[in-house]
């Protein structure tokens, strides 16, 4: 604020006096002070440019000028809540219902994906009038209240499982249940689906929904076999439930083939309800739910208003729309499949030659490379892959590690990143993975 | 966006077919479609201009150049999330700490209120290893589904109370249980408290926290009694849980006398925990929570991490840096106290002038006005309440009811709002009052 910078320890040492600690930095041992950012890189107060991998929020990269244009033209005209008419959040729902199944017209604007899907359970609740959900093993939903109860990733570590809550098993084709080598993974996952509902049921518990990320992100960049969502949601839609696809980490062309990541399980699936978060703002504060005609009657139906103060203001909507434009007109869907497919290739190089790889999966630019101390029991090299994160990032590059075994690499950067920083990123890697491989020896 | 604007039926339409309807409008039968906003002022598509007297959130005014002008140049530069050291972060705690008693020394940064109010809910769960809630009759603390069960206001209307919920009496002197011709008001009610908390402990229940509005707003516009917090926290103490004082709708400045409202409670007085929202950021989504540092530890301790994407944000911070700034600078907390008393003064002519006003309370710009079919019985004045809001439109001023008998014309508006604007407001509700009395005799 005009005043001198300070000093990266002074913010350090600011950060640990007045910030709650659970609030947690990118290497707590030596944090990175970031000053500035542009497209897919990042700048600290010393000029290092750093290589961004796992921006997911950036969608159309940092600081991108159409957003940063609608946003101060809307700041000058009118920032105030949505219990008066305007233009903006009207054409948003409008934008965004164009790139959604017909069946998913119904819109209400938030601040975070977590707001989302609070609110995607209120609605399933509502409209199914049971309270059980059912999630996948590792999930992670956000930071609330009611979305620590239905994460495994946190309340394993916290209060525990509410016993309205059922874990089904992660279905993750490289270690989990059913792997490759299995015909039919697809049924085999949704199966077990069938069999916790059916037990629960016989205990008399009644399911609200389904709840699961399109593709499971924090338990480790996870591509569920296309055709599971289809026979999970008819199960769940037996046991009087509905489907919710959260869409928070990876819709908005991310995937590539495809603007939502649901969509990737083939063209007749479709959600009940979907959740939108991160992406969809470019980093401003906004998040949407998508639900059917249904369901949304259902939530009015007992007559009590929703009110979110800043949900669906007219300068979150037009930073909404300006994202969108910019997907369109960038074409960063089309660039992601292919330099998403590129990175998959280089990323497959490194398999082949380096045995600490595991498996390669993804799809777009979404992509997880899972680290093994043996190629045969799939141990997670969970060391390995903190001493990666580290060494890439003494070479200006930023990535992270997701996975119940914290050993799968996670890239997630800014839809704008290219083959070039691809090609960066891999050689580096490889780089590493031989210094590793060295040491080891 | 760039587009020939619609008209407001055609808004209307497409609000109609796109948004959920438990989103409400501001008169539904006849929504206001606004289109810009200054200061105080908004206007709609046809060049009206409409005083705002209920905008609690535009706290410096609609569209103010500082902040805008704050947004605008941090956007530029970066927006990205809080595992990087910043700047701005830990400027903006440092900022918030110097308005705050020394013991509220940590801060964690959100998207809003509700956002708040959930963490708080956390902290002191995670603090004293307890569950149950107290609450003050037909309050309102957010829209998630556990706020939802600590907010009587909604759910009276939904699933109902919790077990772990309890209900004290709102410290309401007007049409509460112990009145102004009670001696110690104060002592009444926090015995009150003390009763509740005794019968549910013996019960086996046990007590996190009492979560309370500093001045409960959607119950009515009130003012608790001073020494009401203090004995209330004497009790929740001796219980095991901790006071959370929500400041959502009426901190920064706006009851005038004190910057935060908890402090008209006197000197003495520090909640536990504190939470922010709405007027923080002007109507960018922010938030805050402040607790001590025996919370915070105790909610690190579990080793989980509490990351919230957006919180704590370099634009997030920047504009609440610039909405402090703003207040200091046009002393507006100052002005909130003249202008709110001069206002005050005003209402209280017409209420010894028209016999449907009962009651004028209030406190700064945060006023309210008990409409009374009968001076005697304080029988809540519902319809003709309605009938004010309405006419007042018509007249170009934005006011809005609340309390539990949708009878208190509440004053909450944008802290820039002068002694014209008070004069104004103040002539056209003689007009108005006069006009219904006429139609009544």
Redesign the interface.
Known sequence: ?GAE??S?QE??A??K??????????FPED???????KGQY?YDENGNKYLDCI?N??QVG??HSEV?RA??QQ?????????????N???Y??RL?NTLPKKL????F??????AN??A??LARQYTKHEDILVVDHAYHG????L?DISPY?FR??EGQKEWVHVAPLPDTYRGLYREDNKDPATAYANEVKKIIDQAQQKGRKFAAFFVESLPSVAGQIIPPPGYFQKAAKHIHSAGGVFIADEIQVGFGRVGKHFWAFQLQGEDFIPDIITM??PIG?????SCVA?TKEI??A??A?????????G??P??C?IG?AVL?VIEKEQLQLHALQVGSFLMELLNQQKAKHPLIGDVRGVGLFIGVDLVQDQEKRTPATEEAAIIVTRLKEEFIMLATDGPGRNVLKFKPPLCFNAEDAKLVADKLDKILTELEKREA
Do not use: W
Request: charged fraction near 15%; include cysteine; proline fraction near 3%.
């Open positions: 604020m910078p300070r990266r913010t350090l600011l950060r006096q007045l910030i709650g600690s659970s609030c947690k930095l990118f944090p990175v002070k970031i000053i500035s950012a990042m921006n929020v950036a940092h600081c940063i946003a101060h700041n000058l005209a009118l920032n105030t809540n949505s219990r008066y008419l305007h233009d959040l009207v054409d729902a409008q219902s017209c119904t819109f209400y938030l601040n975070s994906g977590s707001e609070d609110l359970l209120r930071h609330l209240t009611s620590i946190k570590n916290l978060g991160k470019n980093g401003h504060p906004v639900t949304a009657e939530f009015s007992t007559g009590v208003e929703y009110f979110n103060t800043f669906g203001n300068v979150s037009a729309i434009d």
